[in-house]
Nanobody, 115 residues
């Protein structure tokens, strides 16, 4: 059974930082391209960042410089380091794993940026 379990979300003040984790099981993690997405209330889900099996990365243009995606193949985990958080970063953050036609999603973790 494939599982993607996100953690690390919570309430943070503007300007603060959080690191999200996505622990994967049930697949050969190192072969998969991983991504972080977010969905704010009333908005469509949007891409945050991706990291391929070769560790090449892409980011949403608006988030470059504040967010960093990374992976640890030994721990079957992908991370999202978020710095200088803003209220508009408030959303449910979800990770996915993709390989060819296979696509798996986690349940998501809530991030709320508020004073």
């Amino acid at each position: 059974q494939v599982q993607l379990v996100e953690s690390g979300g919570g309430l943070v003040q503007p300007g603060g930082s959080l690191r999200l984790s996505c622990k994967v099981s049930g697949i050969s993690f190192r072969n998969y391209n991983m991504g972080w997405y977010r969905q704010a209330p009333g908005k469509q889900r949007e891409l945050v960042a991706t990291i391929d099996d070769d560790s090449s990365t892409t980011y949403a243009d608006s988030l470059k410089g504040r967010f960093t995606i990374s992976r640890d193949n030994a721990k079957d985990t992908v991370y999202l380091q978020m710095n200088s958080l803003k209220p508009e970063d408030t959303a449910v953050y979800s990770c996915n794993a993709k390989l060819a036609w296979r696509l798996y999603w986690g349940q998501g973790t809530q991030v709320t940026v508020s004073s």
